[in-house]
């Protein structure tokens, strides 16, 4: 699998962000592409920097609805997997959501956020509701591809899930700010989640600065080793290649040893058992 990270700026412009996207996919696609990922709201400025108001909410968009219909259409011409994210509206209720599409434009599923925070410059318990889809993984004609939305991959629970549902590769579209986490933990989290897990993981970050925010860039991939093996520059626009070697997840310490000797019986126990008060 060629796994293209599309890290690019988002405007005011929806309809020119949207554009710039479907070039991205068209010339990954030329490089030898098989699956093209997008960052969290990768068309949209970043909403959650602010506090949520009507007239922000109001933006949220149906799917299937005109950016999927698009990338859809592009995905079957291109014989490519698409994951994007998007500020989605269902109902009463908005959530932040990685919409998967096949190469044959097929949109197979879609994945919300499940764990929403709130804090300075990430207001997001304002916009998102609680994802109510699980961890799913997706069979598509690349690989099998879990989504884990920006702060869903501080969960090792949500990540494990993923792992053992079967996900081979584990795209994360982020949110990141410079600095936000220095001496690169962020790295080291997802460099330990592939390792424990035996799976790629993909993190693709947004890039630029906004009015209140400044995105890093820096996305990355790790394979079932822990090792990083494609890295995308810090401040820049730019699609990061990574060629993922499949068969690696069947012959990772992960597979062989670590799933396998797990003791789930005993887990469910210790998590809903009080701690023990001692003097």
């Keep these: 699998m060629r796994i293209a990270l599309v890290q690019q700026i988002a405007t005011e412009d929806l309809q020119a962000n949207r554009k710039r996207g479907l070039e991205a996919v ?22 959650p920097q602010h506090h949520a108001t009507p007239e922000a909410l109001a933006k949220a968009e149906p799917i299937p609805g005109p950016t999927t219909d698009a990338f859809s259409a592009l995905a079957k011409e291109l014989g490519i997997v698409i994951v994007l994210n998007l500020f989605e509206r269902a109902g009463e209720k908005t959530f932040d959501t990685s919409p998967v599409i096949d190469a044959d434009g097929t949109l197979v599923g879609i994945t919300r956020m499940v764990h929403i925070t709130d ?6 318990a304002g916009y998102y509701a609680p994802g109510d889809k699980g961890a799913p993984v997706y069979e598509t004609s690349a690989g099998n591809i879990g ?26 579209p982020q949110a990141g700010t410079v600095g936000e986490w220095p001496d690169g933990l962020y790295e080291a989290e997802l460099r330990v989640a592939a390792f424990q897990n035996g ?6 970050n947004r890039v630029g600065t906004e009015e209140r925010l400044t995105f890093s860039g820096e996305s990355f991939v790790c394979n079932p080793s822990g090792d990083v093996i494609a890295r995308a520059g810090t401040g820049t626009e730019e699609v990061l290649y990574a ?3 499949l068969s690696e997840v069947e012959h990772s310490h992960a597979k062989r040893l670590f799933l396998r000797d797990r003791r789930p019986e005993l887990y469910a126990d210790w998590l809903g058992r009080p701690s023990p008060v001692t003097d």
């Design 147 to 172: 989504v884990a939305i920006c702060y869903d991959r501080h969960f090792p629970e949500y990540m494990r899930a993923l792992a053992l549902a079967g996900a081979e590769v584990i795209v994360v």
């Design 199 to 204: 799976v790629f993981t993909a993190l693709c």
């Design 243 to 245: 060629d993922l070697d």
């Design 119 to 124: 804090y300075e410059g990430f207001h997001e």
């Design 26 to 47: 068209r010339n990954a696609a030329e490089n030898g592409a098989d699956v093209v990922c997008f960052a969290e709201l990768a068309f949209e400025p970043f909403y």
